[in-house]
């Protein structure tokens, strides 16, 4: 039996997210980002389209780098303003029963202790549906906002984001055992002391010595996604991720991804199957061909390609707006994307092919046709390159989700492409198709799960 798709939105708590300028389209209501409406409408939507998850990106920081400024970035909202992605998880939850929540967070600036208890309290409240995107930031804006003279070197964030990692599975995991509460209100006993244990962490970015504040939720830890391609991203990933969201431009390049992703796993001594991989993706569609084309034609005609270039420049490091439009644009190894940065210095890239290349204001791959077309094309990518789903870029909100939940979930559907039901459990439940909402034994997060300590000791000790 074929693989079913996996399906995600990707969207961001801002006006621009990827396809950048399309706000100015007059169908388009993402300048109302800052309405709880705007949120339970769509969490509405997406659960009638049986979407996996809402994928919520962020950003900590501004894109200053083309022209060493922000003009073009607040011009065009190019991910600016931006309010936080975890705020809005209540009230989605609320008016949705399946609904998963991938949220981003950079580690970085976020204290292990503290977030640990906004994960279990935001899986509580959606009983098992939240997910955490781990980055750990690439601007240098983000690092002097917060009291840095910049980024830490790029491997080195990882090192750090391991450790962490490490604190956080020792709260969620380790800290309380499953049957710490009791609720006994005849013996007075809400929670059994001895089935409560202090965390006891030393290590080289942490220092972390107190109870995880929150009771264990559904799941325990989130369902952990990730974005590195990097040697050592992929080594994180293969240690931690259970999602890895890629970016693809050809189906060639992309198995290449989708097999390092799979191989980090196995190397890391897991099933190299089930993590999941999703590519972002844009749709165009109409009921025709040609009512499809002519769409991404007007929509082209809103979208602003240098504010996908500025975009593009912050995820770089290189100011694109310094070289003339046919002048080679020189390659810099930063401290920014490797994998963003990897593409320039592979191909003979001047400003003019940049902004050919960002003609709707971003640069994923954008299928446009009518609804067979898409779904031949998607389930194409879907079983050339290993993928296991995507994540559904916006252009016109809501439009773009609309027209592909009405016109493309329906053929998918038809060929067993495409569930017609959500299965019942968690969030990782429901991805992983098994009746078990904890991390996987094979998952290092496993090992720190709560069990008997010598009676000497009742902690956790871990450097």
Not at 415 to 424: D, F, I, L, Q, V
């Given at each position: 039996?074929?693989?079913?798709?996996?399906?995600?939105?990707?969207?961001?708590?801002?006006?621009?997210?990827?396809?950048?300028?399309?706000?100015?389209?007059?169908?388009?209501?993402?300048?109302?980002?800052?309405?709880?409406?705007?949120?339970?409408?769509?969490?509405?939507?997406?659960?009638?389209?049986?979407?996996?998850?809402?994928?919520?990106?962020?950003?900590?920081?501004?894109?200053?780098?083309?022209?060493?400024?922000?003009?073009?970035?607040?011009?065009?909202?190019?991910?600016?303003?931006?309010?936080?992605?975890?705020?809005?998880?209540?009230?989605?939850?609320?008016?949705?029963?399946?609904?998963?929540?991938?949220?981003?967070?950079?580690?970085?600036?976020?204290?292990?202790?503290?977030?640990?208890?906004?994960?279990?309290?935001?899986?509580?409240?959606?009983?098992?549906?939240?997910?955490?995107?781990?980055?750990?930031?690439?601007l240098d804006s983000a690092a002097r906002a917060m009291g840095?003279?910049?980024?830490?070197?790029?491997?080195?964030?990882?090192?750090?984001?391991?450790?962490?990692?490490?604190?956080?599975?020792?709260?969620?995991?380790?800290?309380?055992?499953?049957?710490?509460?009791?609720?006994?209100?005849?013996?007075?006993?809400?929670?059994?002391?001895?089935?409560?244990?202090?965390?006891?962490?030393?290590?080289?970015?942490?220092?972390?010595?107190?109870?995880?504040?929150?009771?264990?939720?559904?799941?325990?830890?989130?369902?952990?996604?990730?974005?590195?391609?990097?040697?050592?991203?992929?080594?994180?990933?293969?240690?931690?991720?259970?999602?890895?969201?890629?970016?693809?431009?050809?189906?060639?390049?992309?198995?290449?991804?989708?097999?390092?992703?799979?191989?980090?796993?196995?190397?890391?001594?897991?099933?190299?199957?089930?993590?999941?991989?999703?590519?972002?993706?844009?749709?165009?569609?109409?009921?025709?061909?040609?009512?499809?084309?002519?769409?991404?034609?007007?929509?082209?005609?809103?979208?602003?390609?240098?504010?996908?270039?500025?975009?593009?420049?912050?995820?770089?490091?290189?100011?694109?707006?310094?070289?003339?439009?046919?002048?080679?644009?020189?390659?810099?190894?930063?401290?920014?994307?490797?994998?963003?940065?990897?593409?320039?210095?592979?191909?003979?890239?001047?400003?003019?092919?940049?902004?050919?290349?960002?003609?709707?204001?971003?640069?994923?791959?954008?299928?446009?046709?009518?609804?067979?077309?898409?779904?031949?094309?998607?389930?194409?990518?879907?079983?050339?390159?290993?993928?296991?789903?995507?994540?559904?870029?916006?252009?016109?909100?809501?439009?773009?989700?609309?027209?592909?939940?009405?016109?493309?979930?329906?053929?998918?559907?038809?060929?067993?492409?495409?569930?017609?039901?959500?299965?019942?459990?968690?969030?990782?439940?429901?991805?992983?198709?098994?009746?078990?909402?904890?991390?996987?034994?094979?998952?290092?997060?496993?090992?720190?799960?709560?069990?008997?300590?010598?009676?000497?000791?009742?902690?956790?000790?871990?450097?």
């Amino acid at each position: 039996m074929a693989r079913q798709i996996l399906l995600n939105a990707f969207n961001m708590n801002c006006v621009g997210h990827i396809n950048h300028g399309l706000w100015t389209h007059p169908r388009d209501t993402s300048t109302q980002y800052k309405t709880l409406k705007y949120w339970t409408d769509l969490a509405r939507l997406l659960e009638r389209g049986l979407f996996d998850g809402l994928f919520i990106a962020d950003i900590v920081g501004t894109y200053d780098v083309y022209g060493q400024s922000l003009d073009v970035t607040l011009k065009e909202s190019i991910q600016l303003p931006v309010n936080d992605p975890l705020l809005l998880v209540s009230a989605m939850a609320a008016v949705t029963r399946n609904l998963g929540f991938g949220l981003t967070a950079n580690l970085t600036y976020e204290a292990p202790y503290l977030f640990a208890r906004r994960l279990s309290t935001l899986d509580h409240l959606s009983n098992g549906r939240v997910g955490w995107n781990i980055v750990t930031g690439y601007l240098d804006s983000a690092a002097r906002a917060m009291g840095l003279t910049q980024q830490p070197e790029h491997d080195r964030r990882y090192d750090q984001a391991d450790e962490y990692l490490k604190v956080l599975y020792q709260l969620l995991e380790g800290s309380w055992a499953d049957d710490a509460v009791l609720a006994d209100r005849g013996q007075r006993i809400y929670a059994r002391p001895d089935k409560v244990r202090k965390v006891h962490h030393h290590g080289e970015f942490y220092d972390v010595e107190g109870y995880h504040l929150c009771e264990p939720s559904p799941q325990r830890t989130p369902v952990l996604f990730q974005a590195g391609s990097s040697p050592r991203g992929l080594t994180f990933a293969g240690n931690h991720a259970e999602c890895v969201f890629i970016s693809g431009q050809d189906k060639a390049s992309t198995r290449a991804q989708v097999d390092k992703v799979r191989a980090a796993a196995r190397a890391a001594g897991r099933d190299p199957m089930a993590v999941k991989v999703f590519m972002g993706i844009t749709v165009i569609v109409a009921p025709t061909e040609r009512q499809a084309l002519a769409k991404h034609a007007e929509y082209l005609r809103h979208a602003s390609p240098e504010a996908g270039v500025a975009h593009f420049a912050a995820s770089t490091g290189i100011d694109f707006a310094a070289f003339d439009l046919d002048e080679p644009i020189a390659f810099t190894q930063g401290n920014a994307i490797q994998s963003a940065t990897r593409q320039l210095q592979e191909n003979a890239w001047t400003r003019r092919r940049l902004l050919q290349q960002h003609a709707l204001g971003g640069r994923y791959v954008t299928l446009v046709g009518d609804p067979e077309q898409v779904a031949d094309e998607l389930i194409a990518w879907a079983d050339e390159t290993g993928l296991d789903g995507f994540n559904l870029t916006r252009t016109v909100t809501p439009e773009s989700f609309e027209d592909f939940i009405d016109l493309v979930i329906p053929p998918l559907q038809a060929r067993g492409r495409y569930k017609t039901a959500y299965a019942g459990g968690t969030l990782r439940e429901k991805l992983f198709a098994t009746d078990h909402p904890y991390l996987p034994a094979d998952h290092p997060g496993s090992t720190y799960r709560f069990a008997p300590a010598p009676a000497s000791t009742g902690a956790l000790h871990h450097a």
